[in-house]
């Protein structure tokens, strides 16, 4: 972590600098698993979703540069409450429960779902949601209702290919562009898609760029 007041000095607002921000120290502040137990809406947010076991814990970690800021499990639906880290005292990275396949009853996965959708639809300071796919996998049925519900909300998503060290250079490719077709007609889905690997370390930089820009611009209307 991060360490001194030299490092949590803000940085000029004109240039994002997500290497800068990814730096800071971050916390985990908060755990969810009932409306009830959200936070209060603060710093802009933004969340991480996908299936159990596409990455998302392992992008949270190379992200932050941490090994266990988030917890890294074979075993698909560990993530069981939305969990709050706050980075730099600027920027909530939000890590939602996986979708799809858990070792979990029925009624708690009812729960998880409940609890996502009323997180997408009324949580005022949430800037974006990642929604991470596997690079070998694609989309699946399981990613349909939860880009149904952010179309339906206006809630900016953006789709980010996870493990793109797995697949050859021409699947990856291909994968993208199949992808990219897929998204076209997705109202609410950000155009570009982000590639990706936690272990690489491919797409970490301008992730981090991208995601600095929420930050900072949030910094920046409260000092006007």
């Not at 900016?156 to 996870?162: E, H, K």
């Not at 155009?191 to 995601?211: F, H, K, M, N, Y």
Request: glycine fraction near 8%; charged fraction near 20%; charge should be positive.
């Amino acid at each position: 972590m991060a360490d001194g007041s030299a490092a949590l000095t803000t940085p000029p607002l004109t240039t994002p600098d997500g290497a800068w921000l990814f730096a800071q120290e971050c916390q985990f502040v908060a755990g969810a698993d009932s409306v009830e137990r959200l936070p209060p809406p603060g710093l802009p947010e933004v969340a991480f979703a996908g299936r159990s076991n596409v990455g998302k814990s392992s992008l949270l970690n190379a992200l932050t540069g941490r090994k266990h800021l988030a917890r890294v499990s074979n075993t698909p639906g560990r993530t069981q409450q939305i969990n709050f880290f706050q980075l730099g005292r600027q920027l909530m990275l939000v890590d939602l429960p996986g979708h799809g396949y858990a070792k979990v009853s029925k009624a708690k996965v009812k729960g998880w779902t409940r609890l996502t959708e009323a997180f997408i639809r009324g949580r005022p300071n949430l800037q974006r949601v990642l929604l991470l796919v596997d690079s070998k996998v694609g989309l699946k049925d399981a990613d349909g209702p939860l880009m149904d519900l952010m179309d339906e909300a206006g809630l900016s998503y953006q789709v980010v290919m996870t493990k793109a060290d797995k697949p050859k250079p021409a699947e990856l490719a291909e994968m993208k562009a199949s992808l990219t077709r897929q998204l076209a007609r997705r109202p609410a889905c950000h155009p570009e898609i982000a590639v990706t690997s936690a272990a690489a370390g491919t797409g970490l930089a301008e992730l981090r760029d991208a995601l600095a820009a929420f930050a900072v611009a949030e910094v920046s209307q409260r000092g006007a």
